[in-house]
């Protein structure tokens, strides 16, 4: 006789109820319980309250004053202390930051390039082996980029010409591009700019980028003029920084921060390994921020900066050497990129968001990381590391288009979805590596596509030489519908596409 086997205690649930002890529902379900504590006890208290309550009368309150525990000096004494307190309290707080508009500037067909083209002018150049045009070859195909970005006329013409007076022309065409455009879609004067920030890592002129645009537009006399070099493709988010904290003292105040990277003179025509990457990477590109302090920009503006998180590694050796400018064994400039660079900007990420996790994560998620740490160090158990649900307190992310390999390990690192990945693989697809202007452009992409939303969060996040790693995060002001100037708009339909991981080049 067959033994009769007692049904599962998954046989016995209903469907819905079984759908629910998943791990990702209970997960969700704990995390609305805990971010909705407050809520969930007024209720009970309300309850218990009641029927006290429900018994009061006008009279009772009338007789309140009479009471021998009311005393009325007390009462004065502690009202007024209150309101000294708040008074105290909105004076000390913060000068509210907003992002009024931004631009992001869109070459000419002139200057595109397909990547077949871009290898057909590097042979011309006469100083590659066959290995090294092999190796590039190799790079263009695997770096996620498409044949629909754009190169300076310097590198494109035949031969190519590196000279200063052609990387000023270059630095000239982007940053006035970008600014000229945030000017017009903005209204404002250009002697209304107090507060001027350019960063640009490779290439410093005499006079500077910020010479450059106050003789151009004719900047008030007392500018404060800030010109950032040598800090990588995360300086966009320092010169931020920077004017967040000049807002602080220099009330009713507009600042433009101006992002760009110059590719003429640092083209890398030698046959190390290590400082070819940059030739397959990097392309064309800038952008321009206005930002302001005046609380009647509130209303027009797009976003306000909420909080940015500066982590610098440079105390460390390797961290400091793993990007470098220097000459190769020919005597030839290039940017030298070390093995251990992901490691190295994986450990920089690490510190970055323990810092920035405490301040946007919800209450819920703080606690499951506090509670894997204790696991871990106190009670010693071998337990891997608890990464948060960053997709709990952003509706968007910004992460900087370095590469495939860099948006590769931070999807994985952050457990991000394709979705959210989207913005990022797309600006590096279309316009490539522009370094600290990067951001803005998949901020572009996030608006083109109707994402933003009131009260969205939007989180930048960005890697550069040093090593560094700096984010910043925005709250949308307002609903961004349409968007008239954007490097995206008239493609926009076009986007997502697929990107595999191999691209042949066409000839």
């Given at each position: 006789?067959?033994?009769?086997?007692?049904?599962?205690?998954?046989?016995?649930?209903?469907?819905?109820?079984?759908?629910?002890?998943?791990?990702?529902?209970?997960?969700?379900?704990?995390?609305?319980?805990?971010?909705?504590?407050?809520?969930?006890?007024?209720?009970?208290?309300?309850?218990?309250?009641?029927?006290?309550?429900?018994?009061?009368?006008?009279?009772?309150?009338?007789?309140?004053?009479?009471?021998?525990?009311?005393?009325?000096?007390?009462?004065?004494?502690?009202?007024?202390?209150?309101?000294?307190?708040?008074?105290?309290?909105?004076?000390?707080?913060?000068?509210?930051?907003?992002l009024v508009d931004f631009s992001c500037y869109?070459?000419?067909?002139?200057?595109?390039?397909?990547?077949?083209?871009?290898?057909?002018?590097?042979?011309?150049?006469?100083?590659?082996?066959?290995?090294?045009?092999?190796?590039?070859?190799?790079?263009?195909?695997?770096?996620?980029?498409?044949?629909?970005?754009?190169?300076?006329?310097?590198?494109?013409?035949?031969?190519i010409n590196m000279s200063h007076r052609t990387a000023r022309e270059e630095a000239e065409t982007v940053i006035f591009g970008a600014t000229d455009e945030l000017f017009q879609k903005t209204g404002v004067a250009a002697a209304d700019i107090s507060i001027?920030?350019?960063?640009?890592?490779?290439?410093?002129?005499?006079?500077?980028?910020?010479?450059?645009?106050?003789?151009?537009?004719?900047?008030?006399?007392?500018?404060?003029?800030?010109n950032l070099g040598g800090m990588g493709c995360s300086a966009g988010l320092i010169s931020i920084d920077l004017v967040k904290n000049l807002l602080q003292v220099h009330p009713n105040s507009y600042a433009m921060v101006v992002s760009t990277e110059n590719m003429t003179l640092n083209a890398y025509l030698g046959n190390n390994r290590s400082m070819l990457v940059s030739n397959s990477l990097f392309r064309l590109g800038g952008a321009a921020v206005l930002l302001s302090n005046r609380r009647s920009d509130r209303r027009r503006s797009k976003y306000q900066l909420v909080h940015t998180m500066r982590t610098h590694r440079g105390a460390e050796d390797c961290s400091h050497s793993c990007v470098m400018q220097e000459e190769d064994a020919e005597g030839k400039v290039g940017v030298a990129l070390s093995k251990e660079l992901m490691v190295v900007a994986g450990n920089a990420l690490k510190a970055n968001i323990s810092t920035l996790g405490?301040?946007?994560?919800?209450?819920?998620?703080?606690?499951?990381?506090?509670?894997?740490?204790?696991?871990?160090?106190?009670?010693?158990?071998?337990?891997?590391?608890?990464?948060?649900?960053?997709?709990?307190?952003?509706?968007?992310?910004?992460?900087?288009?370095?590469?495939?390999?860099?948006?590769?390990?931070?999807e994985k690192h952050l457990e991000l979805t394709p979705w959210h990945m989207e913005p990022s693989r797309m600006t590096l697809h279309r316009f490539g590596n522009t370094s600290s202007s990067s951001l803005w452009y998949e901020l572009s992409y996030i608006e083109a596509k109707g994402r933003i939303r009131r009260g969205d969060r939007v989180w930048q996040i960005a890697f550069g030489s040093g090593f560094k790693c700096n984010s910043a995060v925005w709250r949308a002001l307002n609903t961004v519908l349409a968007v008239h100037k954007n490097p995206w708009t008239d493609e926009i339909h076009k986007f997502p596409v697929h990107v595999p991981k191999v691209t042949p080049i066409l000839p």
């Open positions: 006789m067959a033994e009769k086997v007692a049904p599962s205690v998954d046989n016995r649930l209903p469907s819905y109820l079984l759908k629910l002890l998943k791990p990702n529902y209970m997960k969700l379900l704990y995390h609305h319980a805990i971010s909705n504590a407050l809520y969930l006890c007024l209720g009970p208290l309300l309850v218990l309250l009641f029927p006290r309550l429900s018994t009061l009368t006008l009279a009772d309150l009338r007789e309140l004053p009479n009471q021998p525990w009311v005393n009325l000096s007390a009462v004065v004494t502690t009202t007024t202390l209150l309101m000294a307190v708040a008074t105290l309290y909105a004076m000390s707080r913060p000068r509210p930051v907003y869109k070459p000419t067909q002139a200057h595109m390039a397909t990547r077949g083209e871009i290898m057909e002018r590097f042979k011309k150049a006469g100083t590659f082996t066959d290995e090294t045009v092999a190796f590039q070859h190799k790079m263009l195909e695997r770096c996620g980029i498409g044949d629909s970005s754009y190169f300076p006329r310097s590198l494109l013409c035949t031969p001027l920030v350019v960063n640009c890592s490779l290439y410093n002129p005499t006079p500077s980028y910020t010479s450059m645009i106050v003789n151009r537009y004719k900047l008030r006399k007392d500018v404060m003029s800030y405490p301040l946007v994560l919800p209450m819920s998620e703080q606690l499951l990381f506090l509670a894997a740490m204790l696991l871990r160090k106190v009670l010693k158990l071998k337990i891997r590391s608890y990464i948060p649900d960053f997709k709990l307190a952003f509706e968007h992310f910004c992460i900087h288009a370095g590469g495939r390999a860099v948006l590769d390990e931070l």
